[in-house]
């Protein structure tokens, strides 16, 4: 079956635009997580959801990220007014119950460049 | 908080020869432990994990990893490397006790393989 999804593979955008990174989970999965990874670093906590809900969203840097969820299975994380230093992979992960390590399953991610 | 460290940023090893990465954590039990993969182009793949008994695990792909309490580590090693386990390997700890999957990286080893 279909992996993790994440679209754009590649998204260039200007300082001050606005983003929208989506997610496409295993179907049924109903935990999934974002994490970003900088360049050179490993992959950072952003935001957990279970089903519709954010269950934590204590790795959101600052008020400009967002992530949804609405229908408890794509999930799209914005991020308003972008900086330069937004600059970053971003990763896409889920798992079919929430504490499923055995199983918790990662998109390729999407590279973020803010000029 | 719990923290992760894999003191190598890039080995080099020939093809045949024995590889041992290094991961060390800071937490205050014992957390779970996992090693992963990532290939250019290619989500996070889970080598192994660790939850608790056997401190020797065995894991895809020809892998093991070794917990020491004594030493807080939990490095990874194979005793024959091919061409093909050229990528970044990532270290991370999950925390025992909660709801969810969440994980805490290391900054990752990135493994050349020379033929």
């Known amino acids: 079956g279909a992996g993790v999804s994440q679209t754009p593979s590649n998204k260039v955008t200007e300082k001050g635009k606005y983003v929208e990174l989506r997610c496409d989970p295993i179907?049924?999965?109903?935990?999934l997580y974002w994490y970003r990874q900088s360049l050179g670093q490993g992959p950072e906590f952003l935001i957990y959801?279970?089903?519709?809900?954010?269950?934590?969203d204590s790795g959101l840097p600052n008020d400009r990220f967002f992530a949804v969820r609405p229908e408890g299975s794509v999930s799209t994380l914005k991020i308003q007014r972008t900086e330069r230093g937004d600059s970053a992979v971003y990763l896409c992960a889920s798992s079919l119950v929430p504490l499923d390590y055995n199983e918790q399953f990662f998109g390729p991610g999407t590279r973020l460049t803010v000029l | 908080a719990q923290s992760v460290t894999q003191p190598d940023i890039h080995i080099t090893v020939s093809e045949g020869a024995s590889l041992e990465l290094r991961c060390n954590y800071s937490y205050g039990a014992t957390p779970y432990l996992f090693w992963y993969v990532q290939s250019p182009g290619q989500g996070l793949q889970l080598l192994l994990k660790y939850f608790s008994g056997d401190t020797l695990v065995q894991g895809i792909k020809g892998f093991e990893a070794e917990f020491k309490r004594s030493q807080s580590s939990f490095n990874l090693r194979k005793p024959s490397v091919h061409w093909s386990d050229a990528a970044e390997y990532f270290c991370a700890v999950g925390t025992p006790g909660t709801s969810y999957g969440k994980l805490t990286f290391g900054q990752g080893t990135i493994l050349t393989v020379h033929p």
């Open positions: 179907s049924g999965h109903t935990a």
């Open positions: 959801f279970q089903g519709t809900g954010a269950a934590d």
